[in-house]
Structures are given as structure tokens and as C-alpha cells.
């Protein structure tokens, strides 16, 4: 019998989206509805507060339009074939070891049979350099890998190719917009074509959002999602956070998804932040320095005359097999 959590109603597309998020939704079987609560599918012991429990769950009808099964490789090359890729609107990203790299369009060609949304197929070479950006190339389908991806509600203009987006934090956004109290002033220092913002605009009443980002083609894909999800809170600012966020009126909230290295920001925000502020801080550590690099950060910013403590620390997903994305909510008292 498959294990699943059970979680209230209400709960259960923000559970839902940060089970995906982090891969451990069970596709296999699908969600079930009993009274206030939803039975979802899991491929874990526990999430979050929530322990699983043997329940039961209809099996999803195994699509024989899987890309897997319409390739019909022969093991040796079927068991490199990758069990996940991303999905940016009606664009897929997918990663192929080199051995796959021969028969990339086919694999290609597969994935559009298998999911007639999916209009281009590009392969992904991963994220490179401080402004994020993946080398893409086009192996099936047509025209280019500028999108629109729905999120909550929301529409995101991006094009993986010129700016960094990625569709497995919409949980983590959706979490840190239902945090949003009305009013509050909210930087994010480092927000692409702001997914964060619109998130943000569409689920809670902020009073303004800056959106900072270093990346000039960022301006015109935020002033695109500003438009396309009337998010009239939100300003957009092409710059170094550096410079810009000096300029900035103090922030009740600050977001600083960087997680190369958004500590080195960090004394920065914490400048700008008002008494009681909350900042959310992303970074990609070694899951064994996780103790130390909250103590690190906590002795720093008192070092630096600031109390901070850290109200809250969530892994959001797998980096390698020894490194995960964490998110730290630091409040500063
Ligand atoms: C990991 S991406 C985050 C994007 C966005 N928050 C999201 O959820 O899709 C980091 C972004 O920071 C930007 N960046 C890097 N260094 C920066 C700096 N010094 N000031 C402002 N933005 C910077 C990059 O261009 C990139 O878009």
C-alpha cells in the first residue's frame, strides 16, 4: 500500500507544491479527498510536521505515452535515461549524461509525443556564473526557450537561457508570501524576473516590493510579469544589491536568494532591515556544516553589533548527494 500524508484541505496545494518541489511526491498514485482532509502520496517518512501512514490510494494509469517507453532503449541505455527534468511553461529542461548525448533528439522528439504541452525540448548544460543562467540547446521542438510558466495563480515571463528561474521554489514563494503581513515594505535583493514579487502581490497586500537584480535582461521580463499579473506594488531595480539596496527605505522583510553565497550579503540586509524584520536568507551548504554555519552567521552579525536570531531553518531541496538548498528566516530583534 502506498504512504501518505494527510493534511487539511486548505493546506493541501501549498503541501502538494512543496512536496514537488523537493521530489517527493508520489506521481504514481493519485491524491484523495476524505472530508476536511486530503490523502496525498509520498515517497517519505515525514514531511514537515506531517508523519505518512500506509493509505489508500488510486493507482494513476501508467501513461503509455511515458517518453521512456515510447524510446524503447535497451537497458544499458534506458537506465541513464533521467527520471526528472524541468518544465518552464511549455519548455522542458532535461540534463543528458554523455553516453544519452547520441540520441538527444530522439529524446527529445519522445518527451513532446509523451507531453503535447511541451512545445520545445532544450538541453540543459546547468546554471553558470554569478548571474545564474543556464547554456541551453534546442534538441526538439520549436521556436525559443522564452515562456510563460503559471505559479500560483500567477503568470512568470522567463527565458532560462538570459535569466535565472526556477519553477521548484514555487513552494518555497508560496510559503514566504502567506508569511506577508499587510503593508509591509519587502526587499528582494536578488529576484530575477521576480517570482518571488509576484507571488508575493498576488497572495498578501505588501505595500511595495523592490526587485533587485544584476542581470539587465531581468528589467524587461519583471516589467512583463508586473504587467501580466497587475503587481503595480512591485518596483524593479537593475543593479548590484550592493549599491542599490542603500537607497532603499528600511524592509520589514528581506529576501536574499543567492545560495552561492548570500551570506556575504548579509550584513547588508541586516542595515536595512527594521527591529523585528525578517529576512530570509538561501544557501547551499554541505548538510554535515549545517550547525556551523548557523552559528558562524549568528557570531558574525553579533559581532557586527547586530542580535539576529534564527526563527526557522527548512532544507527546500537536494544539491548533491551531500549538499542541500536550505532556507534560514533570521529575525532581527
Ligand atoms: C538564484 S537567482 C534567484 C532568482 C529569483 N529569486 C528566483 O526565485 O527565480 C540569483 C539572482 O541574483 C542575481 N545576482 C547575482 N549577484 C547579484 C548582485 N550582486 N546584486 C543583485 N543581483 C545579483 C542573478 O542575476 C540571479 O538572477
Redesign the pocket.
Known sequence: MPRCIRVPKKEGEFIRARLADADLLDKRHKIRADGDFLEIPVLCDSFEEYESHESEAEEREIRPADYKEILDFPDWLAEELPNSYDIIGDVALIKLSDTLLPYKEQIGNALIEASPSIRAVMLDDG?KG????RKLEKIAGTGSSETVHKEFGTKIATDPSL????PR?AGE?ARTALEVKKDEVII?????????PMVISKLARPKIIYA????PE?ERFMKRNIELNDANCVVPII????D?VEDLPPADRI?M???QSSEE?LNLALSSAKSGATIHL?RVLERSELDDFVSAIVDKARSEGYDIRISRTSELKTYSPTMSVYVFDIVKN
Not at 554569478?130 to 543562467?133: I, K, Q
Open positions: 546554471v554569478e548571474l545564474r543562467v535569466v535565472y528561474y526556477n521554489l514563494r528582494d535583493m536578488f529576484a530575477g524576473v521576480a517570482p518571488f533587485i537584480d544584476l542581470n531581468a543593479g548590484d544589491a550592493r542599490a529576501i536568494n543567492l545560495p550579503f538561501h
